[in-house]
């Protein structure tokens, strides 16, 4: 965990400021609380935050190696422990650009060869840790957050209209892009170089499923998923600074309680959950089930509207550019909470994506169904109007809604239609001015389409799989996780993310995952007689905020002051009537649209921080929240 930045002056003649690369730096300083280090060098500066996970701070250390001619920065860490910076430049001497794949961890890195005079920039295959760059002029620059490019004088605030629509049309913008003009997020598994003027990218990993292994038994795939995911935690476990476990009273934290559990029978397991006061979003009481059967010290935060409403300029402050999962709230507010006991903890991200967790797996399974059964669409767009604007959490109108909405496009980008907010014909009423080429569906999915013929061969639902694993984890899922975890000070670690895990998880049968429409078959065979029978029976339960509920009564006045019809109209860029039929139909309780109001809510936000001509204090922020409480 730290926070990397860097830039080089093209032309070589002016000499790098020291001062411009510490401004970098500070920026991200939440990133790495515990020190920092420079490199400056002719055309050339470099800075590293840092984070210590042990309990004896340290310093980050030299950041220049003199017998490579290497100054290598990093964020992430070795798995099992060990110096990164170290490692890399011991491989680099060995096999070069070969050497990230020699890497076993979680890493975004960056390296100067003096020799000869080149910046090489690399993230590890599923994108864990963060890398943005941007050229501006004459000057190339990089970091782990946004806002540290941001103040390198030569950077510019310009919304860039495709990435704008593509938040829209996923909730989050996918990489390569981003909101502003010019930064671009550097791909998962990709590594760049840049000599001289000349920027070149390669992909050097990528994930893979291996569908050839036939013939075993479910006994056999059970017992390896327990083996491999304990080797996974075992890997993640240090012995100066015990990990604590996010239990959300799901199947995924769940398995991993149980497995510290067990790697650490010394002392109780520290873990933590949140309690919704909203009861339809809360799943507390089966945390509390794992936490006795497994006898964890367990510690649990109550929170409800007025609560996470008070953290949301904090977690407004977070995003450099506008992300619509609600469910950074609370794990921000569960990330401050665990802070105060331990500095690592162990989460349960990437547990659906390859293992067939989310319901749309099981929407995908049905589509290919209902292909086959007269009026099926018919019916379900009769059943959808009686459903109602419930603001329960996954409500049966919102479902309906969605996967109809979802069957009007090709199953290649099916799945981020249910998904996201605005697809292109939605957005064809929401957006004004004339931008219609880039409401092209080719334009707004390609990089789904591009993903889904990567992954042709593939049966439909490991295509599934990999879509997911490329689109929404790599730039929804870690990337939440990432951002509300470091500005509490706190190191998340994700045992189903892990490499190994991942090529088993990638080889496991579909009918193993998927067994007639019962998710996660496999896991909850494996675990039975372990985990209580409760959690291996229950239904799917996100992580979510009850935000359809807040725009009625706690965020009414603020979301009718942020989508007011004059102000949207001066700004140009949606069409108010739309934006007005939208909010009226939420708060008449006609039709849900929690999601759509958050991700129009959050731009909005997003765009008088970043955007406004006079800046906006964010305690202008925080006073119009507090009144909205």
Request: charge should be positive.
């Amino acid at each position: 965990m730290s926070g990397i930045c860097g830039y080089v002056n093209l032309d070589r003649s002016p000499a790098a400021n020291p001062e411009i690369i510490k401004d970098m730096a500070r920026a991200i300083a939440h990133r790495g609380p515990d020190g920092e280090a420079f490199f400056v060098s002719g055309n050339v500066a470099l800075g590293q935050r840092e984070f210590s996970v042990s309990r004896d701070r340290t310093a980050v250390g030299p950041l220049f190696d003199k017998k490579s001619d290497l100054a290598v920065l990093y964020d992430g860490e070795l798995y099992p422990s060990g110096n990164l910076r170290e490692n890399f430049i011991r491989a680099f001497r060995e096999y070069g650009h070969g050497a990230f794949l020699k890497i076993n961890g979680v890493f975004s890195l960056a390296a100067w060869d003096d020799k000869e005079k080149k910046l090489i920039l690399a993230r590890d295959t599923l994108g864990t840790k963060p890398l943005y760059y941007a050229t501006f002029g004459n000057v190339f620059i990089f970091a782990s957050e946004i806002k540290s490019i941001l103040k390198h004088p030569a950077a510019k605030k310009e919304i860039d209209v495709n990435g704008m629509m593509k938040y829209f049309a996923y909730d989050y913008i996918p990489n390569p892009h981003t909101i502003f003009k010019g930064i671009s997020k550097l791909e998962p598994g990709f590594c760049a170089s840049l000599s001289g003027a000349h920027f070149k990218k390669t992909r050097y990993n990528n994930i893979s499923f291996d569908e050839s292994r036939t013939g075993k038994r479910p006994a056999e795939y059970e017992t390896e998923f327990r083996s491999a995911l304990k080797e996974a935690i075992k890997k993640r476990l240090t012995a100066d600074t015990p990990p604590g476990v996010f239990l959300s009273g799901g199947l995924d934290s769940s398995c991993i309680a149980a497995m510290v559990s067990e790697l650490l029978p010394g002392e109780p397991v520290k873990t933590f959950s949140i309690a919704f006061k909203e009861k339809r979003f809360d799943e507390s009481p089966d945390a509390r089930i794992v936490a006795k059967r497994f006898r964890t010290d367990h510690r649990e935060l109550t929170v409800g509207a007025g609560e996470m409403l008070r953290v949301l300029p904090d977690v407004l402050g977070l995003l450099d550019e506008p992300f619509a999962d609600y469910s950074i709230i609370p794990t921000y507010c569960v990330s401050k909470f665990a802070r105060k006991h331990v500095k690592v903890v162990l989460g349960g991200d990437g547990g659906d994506e390859f293992l067939g967790g989310y319901q749309s797996y099981t929407a995908h399974k049905i589509s290919r169904i209902l292909r086959f059964v007269p009026f099926s669409t018919a019916f379900l767009k009769a059943a959808s109007k009686f459903a109602g604007g419930k603001t329960s959490y996954m409500s049966s109108g919102f479902k309906l809604r969605r996967y109809l909405r979802g069957m009007r496009y090709p199953e290649a980008v099916r799945h981020q239609v249910w998904i996201g907010s605005f697809p292109p014909d939605e957005q064809m009423n929401l957006l004004s001015g004339d931008l219609t080429e880039f409401l092209k569906s080719e334009v707004l999915y390609d990089e789904s389409y591009g993903y889904a013929e990567e992954a042709k061969h593939l049966n439909y639902l490991n295509r599934v799989n990999y879509l997911y694993a490329k689109t929404y984890l790599t730039d929804d899922g870690i990337p939440k996780v990432d951002r509300a975890s470091q500005a509490a000070g706190l190191l998340v670690r994700t045992p189903f993310l892990d490499s190994d895990f991942i090529k088993f998880a990638s080889s496991i049968p579909i009918n193993l995952k998927l067994r007639g429409f019962t998710n996660k078959y496999i896991v909850k065979r494996a675990m039975a007689g372990i985990l209580p029978e409760r959690i291996l029976r229950k239904p799917k339960h996100g992580f979510a905020a009850p935000v359809g509920s807040w725009f009625k009564k706690e965020l009414r006045p603020l979301l009718l002051e942020v989508l007011d019809e004059k102000k949207i109209k001066s700004e140009g860029v949606f069409n108010p009537q739309e934006i007005q039929r939208i909010v009226k139909s939420h708060l008449e309780g006609r039709v849900d649209y929690a999601r759509e109001l958050w991700s129009l809510f959050v731009f909005e936000m997003w765009r008088e921080r970043w955007l406004k001509k006079e800046k906006v204090k964010d305690e202008n922020t925080a006073i119009r929240l507090e009144s909205a409480v």
